[in-house]
């Protein structure tokens, strides 16, 4: 049929049929040779030229200085009974609060009302939002970029010795930071930080940790901070002091309670190089696994994650390429002149 048709086309207007020819083989020779981007097997095309035809999207990205900084002196020695000590780094005059015995409900709904009420700039605002669900409150002012340890522990007549079976009502500690000067709050976006932090008691002898961190902004929204996986090779030992059976015994009873995160892997001083050509500086960081694992020439190429394989959905840079040529040249520097800063 669609012989008859051709030739009954070439019968009465030649040039049209010569001109559908000719547009059926460039169509042909398009899809070949892959021009169009519709996967098929590129045959013709120059090796160099292999770069994803499908770009992932890049993430817009807005820079938020955050004042607060807390850690954990000593997790392995912290308990419930002998209390914990955080060390605080802040760039102001800050707050630091401690609320034993907080009730999880409370708190997410303290978080909720932040964003739809009132913003929880201060502690009093904290405790008004969560209408004293707590069991014993610990406060300390904090002066500027002082990195002076804090104890905080519960009271002898508290007599608390565990916060009950998982899943629990009650998070054993959690930590608020806020700025103390009013002035303050006016020019940081980032005007309090909550952390949720796991202290070991008689029923669940996990190593202490911070569970979760939630950055809570002056415009009424709350970002839930979180940790990127970098590449790097497992041949150093952990930090603390724990054997792996104890490690995989901690991990599995915080994956029952719904508190297990993805641990990211360890790494080394010198394992900073893209996974993939082994040369350039780890740049780029993969959405949604988290995965910190490519450098700037080799993010083009990739859809999915090359750690964990999972399709990339949004990336974002750690820093822009004119920071990075500024790190490079002040390390070459001080490689060639030791003891000297430029």
């Not at 360890?266 to 993969?286: A, Y």
Request: charge should be negative; aromatic fraction near 10%; hydrophobic fraction near 35%.
């Amino acid at each position: 049929m669609a012989a008859v048709f051709l030739v009954t086309l070439y019968e009465y207007s030649p040039l049209f049929y010569i001109t559908v020819v000719f547009v059926c083989f460039l169509v042909t020779s398009g899809l070949v040779l892959g021009w169009f981007g519709l996967g098929v097997p590129v045959i013709l095309r120059n090796s160099e030229g292999t770069e994803s035809s499908t770009r992932v999207l890049k993430k817009r990205m807005r820079q938020v200085k955050n004042p607060f900084g807390l850690e954990i002196s000593h997790p392995d020695t912290a308990s419930v009974t002998r209390g914990i000590t955080l060390i605080p780094d802040c760039l102001e005059d800050c707050v630091l609060t401690c609320y034993w015995g907080c009730n999880v409900q409370k708190l997410h709904e303290a978080l909720q009302k932040h964003v739809y009420c009132f913003r929880i700039n201060t502690p009093q605002a904290l405790e008004d939002a969560l209408y004293d669900e707590y069991l014993y409150r610990q406060q300390y002012f904090i002066k500027k970029n002082d990195k002076e340890e804090k104890y905080c522990q519960l009271p002898e007549d508290a007599q608390v010795v565990d916060f009950g079976p998982v899943p629990r009502l009650c998070y054993p500690l959690i930590a608020l930071l806020t700025l103390a000067d009013e002035e303050d709050r006016e020019i940081y976006d980032i005007i309090s930080m909550v952390s949720v932090i796991h202290v070991p008691d008689e029923s669940y002898r996990l190593s202490c940790r911070i569970l979760y961190q939630y950055l809570l902004l002056a415009q009424g929204q709350y970002h839930d901070l979180k940790q990127l996986f970098m590449s790097a090779n497992s041949t150093t030992p952990p930090s603390c002091g724990t054997s792996p059976d104890e490690r995989s015994t901690d991990r599995s009873l915080l994956e029952k309670a719904g508190l297990a995160e993805d641990e990211p892997e360890l790494h080394e001083e010198n394992s900073k190089d893209c996974v993939v050509c082994q040369n350039g500086t780890v740049n780029w960081v993969l959405l949604p696994c988290r995965h910190t694992c490519l450098c700037d020439g080799c993010i083009k190429y990739f859809q999915q994650c090359p750690m964990c394989r999972q399709f990339v959905q949004e990336s974002f840079p750690l820093c822009s390429k004119k920071e990075q040529d500024e790190d490079e040249s002040t390390q070459i520097l001080q490689d060639v002149h030791p003891g000297r800063v430029f």
